[in-house]
């Protein structure tokens, strides 16, 4: 039986305490003081990344080099999504959306009266949200259309790989994927606790673990990319 809710509280405090940890971090420009190299990124896409301290920054696969654009529109931020028309849409710390203009933040409010973890976007472009509860809702253009717990999970994220497929991350660090009626539990895959996962324009799957270092599936594992630009990382999402 798939369960993201046993030893919640167990992962709560291992996420709470390596958080308190890895606090501080570094942001650097030079590619010569990366402690990775992220050219095997296939899709050769942006990435962009939100530290541990809520800030945003953009690794570029070509240049090897990462751009800190710190509190980006003054906002603290847990995540960030493109939308399909490659609109950074973005969750506050407080869990209020925001949609960027090119300068600024447009404030989307707590949208449908939610609180959430964390918004996607579907290959139709629709907008889904993680609400504070790990309730998922799908967004009709006015209110969310509660999808309650799916599967009777308690989720952190949820992804959309290349065939429309949902995934999510449960909130003890374990992944699911959809079969049209459930999460197929897919366990801590590769043996890590994660935070989240993502989808790459190529389909391939990546991840940030609890330790906030960042790996990329390889089918059987995943090969650890280490701390990107020596951040400790919450979030990775890429430029569509």
């Known amino acids: 039986m798939f369960s993201f809710l046993s030893k919640s509280f167990i992962f709560s405090i291992l996420i709470s305490f390596m958080t308190l940890f890895n606090f501080a971090f570094a942001a650097s420009q030079s590619a010569s003081s990366q402690i990775i190299n992220l050219a095997n990124n296939t899709s050769n896409q942006s990435l962009y990344v939100v530290g541990v301290n809520a800030n945003i920054a953009v690794w570029n696969p070509t240049l090897l080099q990462l751009s800190d654009y710190g509190y980006l529109g003054g906002w603290s931020l847990k995540m960030v999504a493109f939308d399909n028309v490659g609109t950074l849409w973005s969750v506050g710390f407080n869990g209020d959306v925001g949609k960027w203009n090119g300068k600024s933040w447009d404030g989307q409010g707590y949208m449908g ?7 996607a976007f579907d290959k139709n472009g629709t907008l889904w949200g993680v609400g504070a509860h790990s309730n998922v809702g799908k967004w009709n253009g006015k209110s969310w259309d509660d999808q309650g717990y799916m599967g009777g999970a308690f989720i952190n994220m949820i992804a959309f790989d290349q065939n429309g497929t949902p995934w999510c991350v449960g909130v003890n660090g374990n992944i699911g994927k959809w079969n049209g009626t459930s999460w197929d539990d897919q366990g801590h895959m590769g043996g890590w606790y994660v935070k989240m996962i993502a989808f790459d324009n190529a389909g391939s799957l990546w991840t940030v673990g609890v330790g906030s270092n960042v790996g990329k599936w390889n089918g ?7 701390f990107i630009g020596t951040w400790y990382l919450n979030w990775i999402t890429w430029a569509n």
């Open 113 to 119: 009266g939610w609180t959430l973890k964390s918004i």
């Open 220 to 226: 059987r594992s995943w090969d650890d990319q280490g």
